[in-house]
Each structure stands twice: as C-alpha cells, then as structure tokens.
C-alpha cells in the first residue's frame, strides 16, 4: 500500500454533526456526512477519541478503550459507520490515547482498591523525606504533575489533567494491554491508528528533580527507549497489516528522531507529527502570549524539516490545523480580508510538500476562529486554567482574555458549519461550543458560491495524479524573500515550483536562469491562471502558483 498519495480528513465526532439533537456531535451525525466527505475525495479519516470517557479532557482521559461513549453512540453505530466508508473508499484512523488512562479507567480505580498489579500500571511515588512532592515536574495543563493517590500517602503521576493518570511502560503488563486495544479495533477492519503523545512514554524508572533552569519535559520526552517500545508495539499489532497507516504525535522531536520513528527499516510508524512551524508566533517561545508570527523562522523550519526529513529516509505528517491548535486561517491567513485566497495558499504550501496532507474539518471551507466575548463562552481545561495563570501572573482581565482568544483550543473545536441558521446547521439543540460566523462561512453557500472546496479538490486530486507531489525530492527556494515562501519538488526530470506570497500585498519574484529557460505550464493558481511562464512572476495578495517545469 502506498500512503504517500493519501489524503487524510480529521473529524472532531464531538462537533462534526449531531444527529440526535443534544448539542453534541455523533457517530451517526457523521454517517450522515459520508456524500460531504466523498465530494472531497479524501482517503482516511483520523477520529479524535470517543471512546468511554469522563470528557475532562474531551475523550483524551479514556474510562474504556472497548466502548463507545454513549455521548457519541454505540458499538453498533461505529460498525456502521465503518462498513459505509468501506463502501465510500474511505480508511478510519483512530487515536490510541496510550500514556494515560483516565483515573475512571478500571486499572486506576483497582490500583487505588489496592490490587497490587494494578499500582504497578502506573507511576506511584512517595513524597520527598520533606513531604514535597516526589519531583518538581509540571503538569502540561498547569500546576504541579503530582496527585494524591487516595489515602495512601504516595502520589501518581499526571502529565495532563489530574484525571489522566500515566501509564508505566516500563512494566510489560501495561504494554501488553494497550497492543491488546490496538488489536480489538484492527479486527473491527480500522488499518489507521494516530497515537497520542507518544513520545512522552519514554520515562526513566527513577524519576527525579529537574534542575531549576531546565524544563522538566526535557527529562522525559523522546528519549531511546520510545524507539524500542514502537518497534515492539509495531510488531504485536498493526505492523502486521500491509494496509497499515500510522502516525505518532511527538511532542518536542528532532529531525534525527523523527527520521528513526519513520525510516521504513525500522518498522515504527509511517510518519510523524511535529509542532515546531506552529510555535513561530510564540512570543519567547511561550504559548500563552500573543505575537505576530515570524514568517522567515516559519521557512528555515519548513526548510529544514522537509531536507531533514528527505535525507534521512524519514516522512512527515502536514498539518497547520488540528483540535489543539488554533485555526492557521487566524494566524498566517488573513480570514477579513482574504478569507479565501489566504486559505488556499496555505493549502497549497502544505499540500505540495513531501510527506502526508492531514485537513482537519472546517479548513476546507475556510473556517476561522469563534469571535467570544467571555471566558463564559469557552469550555477548554488548558485555557480556563491559563487564564488563571495569567491573571496571577499580573495581566489584566483583558490582556488574559485576548492571549487566551488567540491560543484557546476551542478555536478548532467550534461545530462544523454546515448552514447559516441559529445553530449552524450542526444541531436542533444548543451546541456546546457556539459557532460565531456561520452567515459567512458555511458548507451549504461554499458549495454554491464558494471556491476554498473547490481548490481542495483539485488539490487532492494533482496529489493522486503526479507523482512528483508524492514522491518528488524538495529543494527550497528563494530562501531570503521576507514574503515568499517557495520550493522546488524533483521528479524524473521534471520540476515543480511553488510560490506562496504570504501577505496581503503583491510582489514580484524572478526566477533563476536555471528554472526560468525551462518551458513548463501552471498546474495550479488560486487566482486566474496566466498564460505565461517567465523570468519573473507576479504574485498577488495571498497568491500561490505552481509551474511545472520540463
Ligand atoms: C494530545 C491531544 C490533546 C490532549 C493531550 C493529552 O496532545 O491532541 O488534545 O489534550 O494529548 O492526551
């Protein structure tokens, strides 16, 4: 099975469509839809979890990795759904949530009875001699990483929420089981299988301080030995499905790293997720800030990435969307004044590259970000808690408010927005996250009137039919342009070059001799096509070109 000509959708079940008006979105809301992501010709769908779940942490702290939460249906419906898009082509990749469990999660609750194996599941750790804390490490969602483990004196150790507990790899029991979840949702015929935060599986058996300068996830994400685990993990599930697609979340990777997890030789996955291009409006390197974004770092780590990544052997997940992250439209687009057209160079900067294009719900029509007026309006752990933070740490009620209206996860997790009525077409009841602009943006009028899915489309479809946007080499290109972000794919002779203009301004950008003595056509523009192909290109606002060179 080939995967580099693959297209994969990401659905968020909890707001794609409700089909049994409770605010909430479901397995059947998303049979409903399979025609919708037909038309888009995409090849796989990435499911975030709807597995049993308290939904602290919406489905990432999972109570039971055999059910369906009833929120979003039953084992039944997921059946159906399964079978209806194995009639429409389409593969289902589900997320393996394995470094935690929610403390609902049988194995925490036997743990906290007493059962001994079960304490060995997960991290339990005395206090210091002091009565601190067994180590200074931060949980990812604020506060310390520590918890009371019932009334035993002893801690666990939680990473995210205090309701995720971490699992202990170490111990071959824990493994074991989580293969054995891998392997009960293969036999229902699912052959794509996302994995949660990955990397931070890799913890030593003696967990220690870190020291004061150093951030404590240093000592804990991707270290060796996750390397051994996916080996192993590879072997006693998936790895034996030739049709196998598999993608780890990697929280702080390198370009060394993630060639191992994804050289083919190795046998772990078939490709990675990696953040880095999306910190680029970090102020400081600190997510809870508000900044512009830098566009020539955003380049060099494009750049370096898809070079990295080529040399090694090593393939890339594309993504400027998920359910973590706010929408790319608000951040590198312009959703005011060039809704369409910056949503379509976007698309087409990641769509070109090598490696595997992920699309996540809403991109295709050119969704943005909610307009909310209170933290009243958001749902999201991380952010309620950051809003404290920053609060504490001094910024005013508006300052915290703007920070988190820009950083907030709820930002990608708004319905889809299918029509322009009260609800959005998404829900007969309130939804639990209101969408703000469904008047302009909505599946029904892009259909009709718009040009973002049509582009996505065409997209998708030059991916299945040249292969030099599969299996091109990348070089890049006119790497100092303060406003062109441009590369060069290689294929048997042939050249594609793109050139995005990331601002909403025109430029013009001359080609070298070498390319621009070559005769070629457009394969792809986001505005009219020229006819020409010359020394020097004109792009307008938000302008992407793609020339095809012989
Ligand atoms: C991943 C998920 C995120 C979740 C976290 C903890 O980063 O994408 O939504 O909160 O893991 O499971």
Known sequence: MTFQDKVIYQIYPKSFYDSDGDG???????????????????????????????????????????????????????????????????????????????????????????????????????????????????????????????????????????????????????RQELYKVINFWRAKGVHGFRFDVINVTGKETKLVDAPTDVASKTLYTDTPVVQDYLKEMNTASFGQDPDAITVGEMSSTSIANSVQYTLPANHELTMVFTFHHLKVDYANGEKWTKAPFDFMKLKQILNDWQIGMAKGGGWNALFWNNHDQPRALNRFGDPVHYRAKSAEMLATTMHLLRGTPYIYMGEEIGMSDPDYTSMADYVDIECKNAYKELLAAGKSATEAFEIVKTKSRDNSRTPMQWDNSEYAGFSTHKPWLMPTNQAEVNVKDELVTGEIFAYYQKLIKLRKTQPIISLGDFKPLLENDPQVFAYLRDYKGQTLVVLNNFYGKSTTVQLPDSLANRSGKILISNYPEQTTVGPKIELKPYQSTALLLN
């Open 24 to 174: 909430i979105g479901d397995l059947r809301g998303i049979i409903a839809k399979i025609s919708y992501l037909k038309k888009l010709n995409i090849d796989m769908i990435w499911f975030n979890p709807f597995f049993v779940s308290p939904q602290n942490d919406n489905g990432y702290d999972i109570a039971d990795y055999y059910k369906v939460d009833p929120t979003f249906g039953t084992m039944a419906d997921f059946e159906e759904l399964a079978a209806k898009l194995k009639e429409a082509h389409i593969g289902i990749m589900l997320d393996m949530v394995l470094n935690h469990t929610s403390t609902d999660h049988e194995w925490f609750q036997k743990a906290l009875a007493g059962d001994k194996k079960y304490q060995a599941f997960y991290y339990l750790r005395d206090p210091k001699p002091n009565g601190d804390l067994p180590t200074n490490w931060e949980s990812k969602f604020g506060g310390p990483a520590w918890g009371k483990f019932g009334n035993t004196g002893k801690y666990y150790l939680h990473l995210y929420d205090p309701t995720q507990a971490d699992l202990d790899w170490h111990n071959p029991e824990v």
